[in-house]
T-cell receptor, first 111, second 113 residues
Framework: RKEVEQDPGPFNVPEGATVAFNCTYS??????FFWYRQDCRKEPKLLMS???SGNEDGRFTAQLNRASQYISLLIRDSKLSDSATYLC????????????FGKGTKLSVKP | GAGVSQSPRYKVAKRGQDVALRCDPI?????LFWYQQALGQGPEFLTY????????KSGLPSDRFFAERPEGSVSTLKIQRTQQEDSAVYLC???????????FGPGTRLTVL
């Protein structure tokens, strides 16, 4: 089982739609969680951190359920510019400094 | 600029050739990471430095891969005797504090023929 799993998609949605991505992680001791966005042939960019209390940044809402080891990202009122691959990312913590990435979920927003 | 920079952006190597990839992290960032991203996959961890100390190299796929950061700033990832399976984008990232996430450079796209 991969450490971070997410549906690869693609998710094809019309402009203005609400879309949700889910992710599960296997290491219950993981300490911090993120969503990154990656455009085609570009580097990943930090979209937002994810907190147990849930957090919102404009049209984006992230949720973390530690008991279920489940992370979600909700995008409201999708824009064409939201088209990208969304990477679910976990920091396992401890002596490791690295991040563990999911394979990414591809989103395509159509006019 | 103020971001992470990497060079070269593109590298084509013949099988068996040695390559060296450079990363300039954000000034003041003590943590530096190398990742390998194959087509259609998420980045996979290779190695991690805190200042000049290589604290974790568990992700390096073979002893052909070697990384260094001698003065705690610029880092070089070296791949000896490249193989076709080494073809990937090599991403460098740096961070001040791990919990805030990492900032990635644009990557070096390595193609081994």
């Amino acid at each position: 089982r991969k450490e971070v799993e997410q549906d690869p998609g693609p998710f094809n949605v019309p402009e203005g739609a609400t879309v949700a991505f889910n992710c599960t992680y296997s290491n219950s001791a993981s300490q911090s969680f993120f969503w990154y966005r990656q455009d085609c042939r570009k580097e990943p960019k930090l979209l937002m951190s994810v907190y147990s209390s849930g957090n919102e940044d404009g049209r984006f809402t992230a949720q973390l359920n530690r008991a279920s080891q489940y992370i979600s990202l909700l995008i409201r009122d999708s824009k064409l510019s939201d088209s990208a691959t969304y990477l679910c990312v976990v920091n396992p913590g401890g002596s490791q400094g690295n991040l563990i990435f999911g394979k990414g979920t591809k989103l395509s927003v159509k006019p | 600029g103020a971001g992470v920079s990497q060079s070269p952006r593109y590298k084509v190597a013949k099988r068996g050739q040695d390559v060296a990839l450079r990363c300039d992290p954000i000034s003041g960032h003590v943590s530096l990471f190398w990742y390998q991203q194959a087509l259609g996959q998420g980045p996979e961890f290779l190695t991690y430095f805190q200042n000049e100390a290589q604290l974790d190299k568990s992700g390096l796929p073979s002893d052909r891969f070697f990384a260094e950061r001698p003065e705690g700033s610029v880092s070089t990832l070296k791949i000896q005797r490249t193989q076709q399976e080494d073809s990937a984008v090599y991403l460098c990232a740096s961070s001040l504090v791990q919990v805030t996430g990492e900032f990635f450079g644009p990557g070096t796209r390595l193609t081994v023929l």
